[in-house]
Structures are given as C-alpha cells and as structure tokens.
C-alpha cells in the first residue's frame, strides 16, 4: 500500500487542485470542483527541464477537467521540479548546455539522460496509479488514459507498456532509440505529435518512433513548425481523444 498525502487544496473556475505526496514523491491532482460519481483519470507527464505545475501542464489539465470532466495527475520527474538533482542530473545537464552552446547535437545526450529518469519514475507512476484507484471519486475500476510529450514520451511510452489499466496514450516528440522496442508492446489506441520542422528530432526518427506502436489505432498528427511549436489546438483533440476512448463528456472551451 502506497502513502497518498494531501498537502495543500485551492479551487478556481471549476477546477480543484491538490497537491501531494506519493511515497514522497511530489505531485499535483486536478478535479472537477463537483463530480457525481467517479470520472476517469488522466495521468500526465512533463517535459523536460518543466515541472508537476508548468503552464503547460495546467493549461491541458484545465482543457481535460473542463473539457471532459477528467482527474488529472502529473509528478514532478526525478531531479525536477520540487525533487532535488543528483550529482548524476547535474552531469547530464551540463554534457547537455555544453553540446548546445557548442553547437553539436543535443538527441544522444536526452536520449540518454531521459532513459535513465524513466527507469526511476515509471514505477513511481505504477505507485501514483495504485495510490489513486484507492480514492472513492477515481476508483478502481476507471478508466485512465496517459499523456506526455517530449520527456513526457520518455517516461509514458516505458510506463504504459508494463501498466496494462492504460486505456488510451498522447505521446509525441522524442527520438525512437530508447523507445521503438517498448513501443512495440504497446496496443491501445495512440495520438501522436510530431513537428515537420524540429530542429533536434528529425523527420524519420519521429516517424520511426510512431511506426513501432504495435496499436490498431494510431493517429499520426504532423504541423509544421519547429520543436516548441506544437499548436495548442492539438491539446483541444487530445482532450477529444481521451473523450472516446476513457468515456469523458467534451464540452465547448474558448
């Protein structure tokens, strides 16, 4: 049994937020402020260098607790956000500015170093999922989805292929090296994003990485533009996506 503990609750625009602790591990789950009955829940996962909180994190989850009447839980990676680095973090992200300030490609050393933050969060979402069947307004039946690009494709494509309660997954962005095998064994439906003009991911490793997903039902979703330009309108389909396959009701958001 895991120790789910609530440390803090505020509320706005019909959203509550609660921060916790899972086996230590810090994180944040989004509700709707009045729920009926149990809803499903969607996990998410962070980029990197971002944390539980970031704007981008909020914004889907606003999007999927509106849009859907969803829960929405993120933990915060290892070595971000509330959680300290480790001498082993800091060596990373100093090989990863030194190849970005030197111009050499950034892809081997986050290929590397998000391999490694997997092997250490995936069992903590294992835990978070246990921990969060147990609450009477998610329950333990429920359906889950999972989203998460860029690092966030790191962590969830490991996570989802040994977590067989994931219904329904976003991923997108990241390289295929470390992650074409694990996506193999992977069969729920799947959105993935991928940017035509990404400076670090190329087109071909961003198709290879979409290409392994062993699911039936796989949307490829392709924009132009570069690797932090992913439009905001695909948040408003991952939020339909979720919708079909997890059971959510989607609503019209401005």
């Known amino acids: ?5 609530f440390t803090a609750e505020s509320s706005s625009n019909g959203m509550v937020e609660r921060d916790f602790t899972v086996d230590g591990v810090p994180g944040v789950l989004w509700s709707p402020a009045s729920v009926a009955g149990p809803a499903p829940l969607v996990l998410m996962g962070h980029g990197g260098g971002n944390h539980k909180k970031h704007p981008a994190m909020s914004g889907r989850a606003q999007r999927l607790v509106a849009g859907g009447g969803f829960h929405v839980a993120v933990l915060d990676a290892p070595g971000h956000g509330d959680r300290p680095r480790t001498a082993h973090d800091e060596a990373e992200i100093a090989e990863l500015f030194g190849a970005r300030a030197a111009g050499e490609p950034e892809g081997p050393i986050v290929v590397r170093y998000n391999d490694h933050l997997a ?3 995936v069992p903590e979402y294992m835990a978070l999922l246990d921990a969060l069947q147990e609450l009477p307004e998610i ?3 429920g359906p889950v989805g999972y989203w998460g690009i860029n690092m966030g494709t790191a962590i969830g494509v490991p996570f989802v292929a040994a977590e067989p309660r994931i219904r329904a997954a976003v991923f997108g962005q990241h390289w295929p090296d470390a992650l074409a095998e694990k996506a193999r064994r992977i069969t ?3 959105e993935f994003d991928l940017q035509w003009d990404d400076e670090h991911i190329s087109r071909e490793e961003g198709l290879a990485l ?3 997903f062993a699911s039936k039902e796989k949307s490829l979703h392709v924009n132009s533009g570069g690797h932090k330009e992913l439009p905001r309108f695909e948040a408003d389909s991952a939020v339909r996506f979720f919708a079909r396959h997890l059971g959510g009701a989607v609503t019209a958001q401005a």
């Not at 049994?1 to 503990?5: A, F, R």
């Open 188 to 190: 729920v439906p799947i």
């Open 139 to 141: 329950g333990a039946d």
């Open 1 to 5: 049994m895991h120790s789910l503990q």
């Open 119 to 121: 092997g250490l969060a």
């Open 210 to 212: 979409f290409d392994a």
